[in-house]
């Protein structure tokens, strides 16, 4: 028997006790193929998973390694059931190919006939593959590329694309790296992302996902259609890639809903892309209005349905996707996988962290009690009430004073869901507010007298969450937020992670409504923070005073 800090159980499960002088380590072995799933104080539940294993498998790590990181930090003997499992799962990964054929075009091929013979009797599979050309090998129509890889996920035989990409039209772009360079794990990812061909890379907001794109186009030398979350962002794209590339104003263009720029680099926001009229969408063009050698998806846990109906047609083109998590709240991590491609590159937060080039962060959940007239008021509501109820709670206004007196003098963010419930603070705060009526020219100018340290507290509504470069903001405090979802928790964290310029530690505080379903989505919420590796502190509101110290 080990002393290991993991408890590996067959029903594949691994129970990790985080105040084990090893769990640090032992998190780090799991984290390529183990996801998440309830995080208490003391023991950690993740769970292996199919999808999990495969993209491991993608990313470079092996079932070798996957069972030696098993049997090294468990402290009991690991089932001998589970790794022959994990095994022949990951085995699955690549038993299928896809590859291009100069004469036969494009063809779904087998190193195991049996598995052939399987997936040629599914129904939904037999209309996407043409003619039998020989026991091992079948044709497959080429506008079918991505529907097939989504069904053979489905049923279990995920298929390694190898049938390569269309170089598209040639547009040199360069790095300019006189006053910078791309980190290691930057460099790192560009390469995992360029061997691979397509795929995701998961970095921590603050850690350069811009530059990892810059890079990626840079090694592409073609022209790149950026698809981002909304328009602030796209500009934010355009000045950076101005500024670390080649690449000039003329040459890159912007397809939003104020402009139609059609240039060798465009950055486009979904919303456009996913406009409807008379049930058409109508910018559909966009995806061949040139020979685009990349498509680059920013905040791909974000992507919309449409958007991968899209991205199911351009299984030829180089696709590289980047976000802070894989965690989706509609499950279509699947859909991720089969067309945009499987994970390439995943640094740990906490291990960029320890290199300095994200800032260490002291995550606090503070609770408070509902006053009896608020706490009868939502044991009376009805259950879609009770949420909005608890998160927007009068007991939380105080709390968030004390917050931002104890940080005066430090660029915070007071971050929520409800407008109502913002609008309120704001004015007790004597604050500006972001909200999604603000126009973009006025959160530009917000944004930047924030960056300059002329305003120095922000109220902002959920438009906060994605690709906003706000760099100096050292403290963030959430008062609501989107039920559970742990993406949300991973863009919000990260509003507060880049590094400060005197080292200090980011502060992101929770302010949550205890024995209500406030409390409940909090936990959920904070399973993403255990994942990365920060513990959260829990602290009752009674106990804050404005000048003392948490504890």
Same mark, same amino acid.
């Given at each position: 028997?080990?002393?290991?800090?993991?408890?590996?159980?067959?029903?594949?499960?691994?129970?990790?006790?985080?105040?084990?002088?090893?769990a640090?380590?032992?998190?780090?072995?799991?984290?390529?193929?183990?996801?998440?799933?309830?995080?208490?104080?003391?023991?950690?539940?993740y769970?292996?998973?199919?999808?999990?294993l495969?993209?491991?498998?993608?990313?470079?790590?092996?079932?070798?390694?996957?069972?030696?990181?098993?049997?090294?930090?468990?402290?009991?003997?690991?089932?001998?059931?589970?790794?022959?499992?994990?095994?022949?799962?990951m085995?699955?990964?690549?038993?299928?190919?896809?590859?291009?054929?100069?004469?036969?075009?494009?063809?779904?091929?087998?190193?195991?006939?049996?598995?052939?013979?399987?997936?040629?009797?599914?129904?939904?599979?037999?209309?996407?593959?043409?003619?039998?050309?020989?026991?091992?090998?079948?044709?497959?129509h080429?506008?079918?590329r991505?529907?097939?890889?989504?069904?053979?996920?489905?049923?279990?035989?995920?298929?390694?694309d190898?049938?390569?990409?269309?170089?598209?039209?040639?547009?040199?772009?360069?790095?300019?790296?006189?006053?910078?360079?791309?980190?290691?794990?930057?460099?790192?990812?560009?390469?995992?992302?360029?061997?691979g061909?397509?795929?995701?890379?998961?970095?921590?907001?603050?850690?350069?996902?811009?530059?990892?794109?810059?890079?990626?186009?840079?090694?592409?030398g073609?022209?790149?259609?950026i698809?981002?979350?909304?328009?602030?962002?796209?500009?934010?794209?355009?000045?950076?890639?101005?500024?670390?590339?080649?690449?000039?104003?003329?040459?890159?263009?912007?397809?939003?809903?104020?402009?139609?720029?059609?240039?060798?680099?465009?950055?486009?926001t979904?919303?456009?892309?996913?406009?409807?009229?008379?049930?058409?969408?109508?910018h559909?063009?966009?995806?061949?209005?040139?020979?685009?050698?990349l498509?680059?998806?920013?905040?791909?846990?974000?992507?919309?349905?449409?958007?991968?109906?899209?991205?199911?047609?351009?299984?030829?083109?180089?696709?590289?996707?980047?976000?802070?998590?894989?965690?989706?709240?509609?499950? *279509? =991590? $699947?859909? +991720?996988?089969? &067309?945009?491609?499987? !994970?390439?590159?995943?640094?740990?937060?906490?291990?960029? %962290? /320890?290199?300095?080039?994200?800032?260490?962060?002291?995550?606090v959940?503070?609770?408070?009690?509902?006053?009896?007239?608020?706490?009868?008021?939502?044991?009376?509501?009805?259950?879609?009430?009770?949420?909005?109820?608890?998160?927007?709670?009068?007991a939380?206004?105080?709390?968030v004073?004390?917050?931002?007196?104890?940080?005066?003098?430090?660029?915070?963010?007071?971050?929520?869901?409800?407008?109502?419930?913002?609008?309120?603070?704001?004015?007790r705060?004597?604050?500006?507010?972001?909200?999604?009526?603000?126009?973009?020219?006025v959160?530009?100018?917000?944004?930047?007298?924030? *960056? =300059? $340290?002329? +305003?120095?507290? &922000?109220?902002?509504? !959920?438009?906060?969450?994605?690709?906003?470069?706000?760099? %100096? /903001?050292?403290?963030?405090?959430?008062?609501?937020?989107?039920?559970?979802?742990?993406?949300?928790?991973?863009?919000?964290?990260?509003?507060?992670?880049?590094?400060k310029?005197?080292g200090?530690?980011?502060?992101?505080?929770?302010?949550?409504?205890?024995?209500?379903?406030?409390?409940?989505?909090?936990?959920?919420?904070?399973?993403?923070l255990?994942?990365?590796?920060?513990?959260?502190?829990?602290?009752?509101?009674?106990?804050?005073?404005?000048?003392?110290?948490?504890?």
């Open positions: 028997m080990n002393d290991g800090p993991l408890i590996v159980q067959s029903d594949k499960t691994l129970l990790l006790e985080v105040d084990h002088p090893g640090q380590e032992a998190r780090r072995a799991i984290a390529p193929f183990a996801e998440l799933e309830r995080a208490p104080e003391h023991v950690h539940t769970r292996v998973t199919p999808l999990g495969w993209n491991a498998r993608a990313a470079g790590h092996d079932a070798e390694q996957v069972v030696n990181a098993l049997l090294t930090h468990s402290r009991y003997a690991v089932p001998q059931a589970l790794l022959i499992d994990i095994a022949d799962t085995a699955r990964y690549g038993r299928l190919t896809l590859e291009k054929n100069p004469t036969m075009g494009l063809t779904l091929h087998t190193t195991d006939r049996p598995v052939l013979e399987e997936i040629l009797r599914h129904k939904k599979i037999q209309p996407l593959l043409g003619a039998r050309i020989d026991d091992l090998t079948v044709a497959v080429p506008s079918e991505g529907h097939l890889k989504q069904e053979l996920l489905k049923v279990g035989w995920p298929a390694e190898l049938a390569g990409y269309v170089d598209g039209e040639a547009h040199p772009i360069t790095l300019d790296t006189t006053s910078w360079s791309l980190r290691p794990y930057q460099q790192h990812a560009v390469d995992g992302f360029w061997h061909g397509s795929g995701v890379v998961v970095l921590p907001c603050g850690a350069g996902k811009t530059l990892v794109g810059a890079g990626a186009m840079a090694a592409a073609a022209t790149t259609l698809l981002v979350t909304n328009t602030v962002s796209a500009r934010q794209w355009k000045d950076e890639l101005l500024r670390r590339t080649s690449l000039t104003e003329d040459e890159i263009g912007e397809y939003s809903g104020a402009r139609k720029e059609i240039r060798p680099v465009t950055i486009a979904y919303q456009v892309l996913t406009t409807r009229r008379k049930g058409i969408y109508t559909l063009d966009l995806l061949d209005a040139r020979d685009w050698g498509i680059l998806y920013d905040e791909v846990h974000l992507l919309p349905a449409p958007i991968f109906r899209m991205t199911a047609d351009l299984q030829a083109r180089r696709r590289l996707g980047l976000t802070a998590t894989l965690v989706r709240e509609d499950g *279509r =991590e $699947g859909d +991720v996988f089969s &067309l945009i491609g499987p !994970k390439r590159y995943d640094a740990p937060w906490k291990d960029i %962290e /320890a290199q300095g080039y994200i800032a260490p962060a002291d995550c959940e503070v609770r408070v009690s509902l006053p009896d007239g608020q706490r009868m008021a939502y044991a009376m509501s009805e259950p879609d009430e009770r949420y909005r109820l608890a998160s927007c709670s009068s939380k206004d105080p709390v004073e004390q917050l931002v007196e104890r940080h005066r003098g430090e660029p915070t963010l007071v971050i929520g869901q409800y407008l109502d419930q913002l609008d309120n603070l704001a004015e705060l004597h604050a500006p507010i972001i909200t999604g009526e603000t126009t973009v020219a959160r530009q100018r917000l944004y930047q007298e924030f *960056r =300059e $340290g002329a +305003v120095q507290l &922000l109220v902002v509504s !959920k438009v906060a969450n994605f690709s906003i470069d706000l760099p %100096e /903001a050292s403290v963030a405090i959430q008062v609501s937020g989107t039920f559970g979802s742990r993406q949300e928790e991973a863009q919000r964290l990260g509003r507060v992670l880049r590094p310029g005197d200090h530690t980011a502060h992101f505080y929770t302010v949550v409504a205890r024995d209500t379903v406030d409390a409940d989505f909090a936990a959920h919420r904070q399973r993403f255990a994942e990365q590796g920060y513990a959260y502190r829990i602290v009752d509101a009674d106990d804050l005073t404005p000048h003392e110290e948490l504890p």
